[in-house]
């Protein structure tokens, strides 16, 4: 079955610096992945779109990649900042146009 | 981006009640809502992908008799939680998609939080 993971631990950060975050995942040739951002007690808020063809996407200090060889998505947060400090799930476009959610990696920034 | 409401944002009720939870795009027209529910640190799960003017597609292993989904118009899409349990109490989440195909976002609802005593 189609799975993806990504790291279930917290990553603490400093201030200023990058973050980078990682999707993996295996069984599916998905055309499309997205990364959300989930702040406590929130519904998820989208972040980026990538399409299969596309190797880089960037949006202000957010920089996606998607390497379809690795099965596998970066997400990268540059200068980060405390306020980036929360939950970003990737998602993958299944059928139907559902997506398949990653469990979500636990970004905190520090000052 | 367009903006999508939930209501209400949190409910306690009793064992035995049923609950309503309203999702609504406000901007735009959603042809297919979807509903999923996360339980604390854990990711979304879907439950239903519900398209306006026909009946909810259920995921494995979730009750449609007891989570009815009704879509009645491209901005309204509700959850009724029917004879809730304990075991019910969680976060429940909608999302719109506006239908223009593949490779588009959802616009998701910020969510209700539901307690069963």
């Known amino acids: 079955s189609q799975k993806i993971e990504q790291n279930s631990e917290a990553l603490n950060i400093q201030e200023g610096k990058t973050a980078t975050l990682t999707c993996n995942y295996t069984n599916y040739s998905p055309a499309y992945l997205q990364w959300y951002r989930q702040d406590p007690g929130r519904g998820p808020v989208f972040l980026l779109l990538?399409?299969?063809n596309e190797k880089e996407k960037r949006k202000e200090r957010l920089k996606v990649t998607f390497d379809t060889t690795l099965k596998q998505s970066l997400f990268h947060i540059t200068a980060s900042q405390p306020a980036d400090s929360a939950t970003y799930l990737c998602?993958?476009?299944?059928?139907?146009?559902?997506?398949?959610w990653g469990a979500g990696t636990k970004l905190i920034i520090k000052p | 981006g367009a903006v999508v409401s939930q209501h209400p944002s949190w409910v306690i009720c009793k064992s035995g009640t049923s609950v309503k939870i309203e999702c609504r795009s406000l901007d735009f027209q959603a042809t297919t809502m979807f509903w999923y529910r996360q339980f604390p640190k854990q990711s979304l799960m879907l439950m239903a992908t519900s398209n306006e003017g026909s009946k909810a597609t259920y995921e494995q292993g979730v009750e449609k008799d007891k989570f009815l989904i009704n879509h009645a118009s491209l901005t309204l899409s509700t959850l009724t939680v029917t004879s809730a349990h304990p075991e019910d109490s969680s976060f429940y989440i909608c999302s719109a998609w506006g239908g223009r195909g593949p490779g588009y976002e959802q616009y998701f609802g910020p969510g209700t939080r539901l307690t069963v005593t």
């Open positions: 990538i399409r299969e």
């Open positions: 998602a993958l476009e299944g059928r139907n146009y559902q997506l398949i």
